[in-house]
């Protein structure tokens, strides 16, 4: 460093404050949540899709197995309904704002490494929270489910924590597809990856092979920790929480490699 | 300005291909302080990949790259350039100050809304989201992102397209005021009379190289070919044989002459040919200089490679 400013002296501080830095942060988050707020149309389908599901077959068809069974799907319609926003709302924005130039425009801009990410990372846990009031609502009015405040509030948490690793893989898949490709890509993993990890019907009725190759899905481990969260998963947690931070990190590293050094 | 001669941009036998294709074979370029630099060149000439490389977009596969001194991917180099691309969409609900409110934020030290908006002309358009804006109004809304941050350095890549002559003559006053300020600018450009009116130096790109480089003057005395058009049954050779014309052939039964001194061909075609009819008299567009740089140049390298053989 020290050759380079007595090769090129500058008036100006090439060194920002920390506090700036912080605000370069939290403006990029505001103007995220600005756009989208004032622009429904991008995100409200991919809030609403989930929880029509689970309208349809967590509460309409399964009226009559029991208070046991609608709280069972309501833990796991909650998964399947927060891999949604992480997935397509950061998946999709990430693959239409590469192909726009967007993208393009703010890594030449000095923004701070990570600032646009945590911008939309913060934009779907917002969606997530709200998909997860929205199951709550139609569980505890529609389905007669019955859960005390302390489990629908570690529910909420367990959704909105658990966008993450969804998004981390909606955003890898988002480096590797341009623009319209991109959604078609993450139907091809969201609806399978739910079906497999048991988020439609329960393990146990799915055939063997399936059952045994579940663990290798992250919406396999959120789904276990969705269901202690509504006190029907007694077992350990920990290993299911590292698998997801793992997931998530893996992903997140691979997609933001690749996003400083080609785009 | 001892330091003036120290470049605070440039790249050093750049490369980069895309597949099999060189975009960059060996380019060179040297951008001073203070100075505005006008990069030309027909489409594919290596024009955006230039100046991605210098933006830290892309990753040259051989060569060198510096912005100030440093690696263009890191955040310090480019905390001291202000951006334009060519096409970016950018976030349609948002509001141009809320725009530019954001985009300050990523700067040390940058201007206030209210006078990078005063700098580009957009003062009265601060409260209207970006997507209900003219091209032209988008154009000179992300001419205020890019000098928002009061940048040393200022990439223009074709900053005025899309816009009518006079926002364009009031991009160039503002261009020249920064200038004025002691910013630099690397401009690329399809409008010759945009690096006539603005340029200290003007290089000029074909298939990844700098083939010329030098004042607005140089480039103008090469472009001083005019084309003559006209139906004629004259033979080529015997246009060809004529000294004024230092290029003729045939195209659809149409005769295409270039020429240094069209008043003296025409008159020689008028009295060759009564028949004559249709006669064109053009001046060569840039893009007509730069195929004619570009074939020079394509010459001279096969005629290096006949040499070598």
Redo the contacts between chains.
């Keep these: 460093m020290e050759?380079?400013t007595s090769?090129?002296?500058?008036v100006?501080?090439?060194?920002?404050?920390r506090s700036?830095v912080l605000?370069?942060y939290?403006?990029?988050a505001?103007?995220e949540c600005?756009?989208y707020m004032?622009?429904p149309g991008f995100m409200l389908p991919i809030m609403l899709f989930p929880a029509m599901f689970y309208l349809l077959f967590g509460v309409l068809m399964a009226k009559s197995n029991g208070a046991d069974a609608a709280r069972y799907l309501l833990a796991s319609y909650g998964v399947f309904g927060v891999m949604s926003p992480g997935l397509f709302g950061f998946g999709v924005s990430l693959a239409l704002?590469r192909d726009?130039?967007?993208l393009?425009?703010k890594?030449?801009?000095?923004?701070?490494?990570g600032a646009y990410l945590l911008g939309k990372m913060l934009m779907a846990m917002a969606a997530a929270g709200v998909v997860i009031l929205l199951l709550l609502a139609m569980a505890l009015s529609l389905g007669h489910v019955t859960l005390n405040p302390f489990q629908a509030g570690a529910l909420l948490l367990t959704g909105m924590l658990g966008v993450l690793p969804f998004c981390a893989l909606g955003m890898f898949v988002g480096t590797l597809i341009k623009g319209q490709g991109a959604p078609g890509m993450l139907q091809l993993i969201y609806l399978p990856m739910s079906f497999m990890s048991g988020l439609w019907f329960p393990l146990p009725m799915l055939p063997k092979f399936l059952q045994q190759i579940a663990p290798v899905w992250p919406s396999y481990h959120l789904d276990m920790l969705a269901l202690a969260s509504v006190g029907m998963n007694k077992g350990s947690l920990l290993g299911h929480v590292l698998v997801l931070v793992g997931f998530a990190s893996v992903f997140l590293l691979m997609a933001a490699r690749r996003l400083?050094?080609?785009? | 300005m001892s330091?003036a001669h120290?470049p605070?941009a440039c790249l050093d036998g750049a490369v980069k291909r895309y597949g099999g294709l060189a975009a960059l074979d060996g380019a060179d370029l040297q951008l001073h302080r203070g100075e505005l630099l006008a990069l030309l060149g027909p489409n594919g000439a290596g024009k955006t990949t230039a100046i991605s490389l210098l933006?830290?977009?892309?990753?040259a596969d051989a060569g060198s790259v510096q912005l100030?001194?440093?690696d263009p991917?890191r955040?310090?180099a480019?905390?001291?350039?202000g951006?334009m691309?060519q096409?970016?969409?950018?976030?349609?609900?948002?509001r141009v100050g809320?725009?530019l409110?954001?985009?300050a934020?990523?700067?040390?030290?940058p201007r206030t809304v209210r006078e990078s908006a005063d700098l580009a002309g957009v003062a009265d358009l601060l409260r209207r989201?970006y997507a209900k804006l003219s091209g032209g109004q988008q154009r000179r809304v992300q001419f205020a992102l890019a000098l928002c941050?009061?940048p040393?350095l200022l990439?223009l890549d074709e900053p005025t397209v899309g816009m009518d002559i006079e926002a364009r003559q009031k991009l160039w006053a503002a261009i020249r005021q920064l200038l004025a300020e002691g910013c630099s600018v690397l401009l690329t450009t399809h409008y010759l009379e945009e690096a006539e009116a603005l340029a200290d130096r003007v290089c000029v790109m074909s298939r990844g190289r700098m083939i010329h480089e030098g004042t607005v003057e140089e480039l103008r005395a090469r472009v001083a070919l005019k084309r003559v058009r006209c139906l004629s049954s004259l033979p080529i050779d015997t246009v060809y044989g004529w000294p004024e014309v230092s290029e003729a052939r045939r195209e659809d039964g149409r005769l295409h002459i270039g020429t240094a001194a069209a008043e003296a061909v025409v008159r020689r075609l008028l009295d060759a040919d009564p028949q004559l009819r249709e006669l064109e008299v053009q001046r060569a567009g840039l893009a007509e200089a730069f195929t004619e740089l570009t074939r020079d140049a394509d010459q001279a390298a096969a005629a290096n490679q006949r040499e070598a053989a």
């Design positions: 050759t380079v090769v090129t002296p500058s100006s501080a090439i060194d920002m404050p700036r605000g370069a939290l403006e990029e505001r103007s600005l756009r004032r622009a704002e726009g130039g967007l393009t425009f890594r030449a801009l000095p923004m701070p490494p400083r050094r080609h785009g | 330091y120290i605070i933006l830290g977009l892309v990753r100030f001194g440093q991917q955040i310090e480019r905390r001291r350039i951006v691309l096409n970016a969409e950018l976030p349609p609900t948002l809320e725009l409110r954001l985009t934020s990523y700067y040390p030290s989201p941050g009061r040393e990439f």
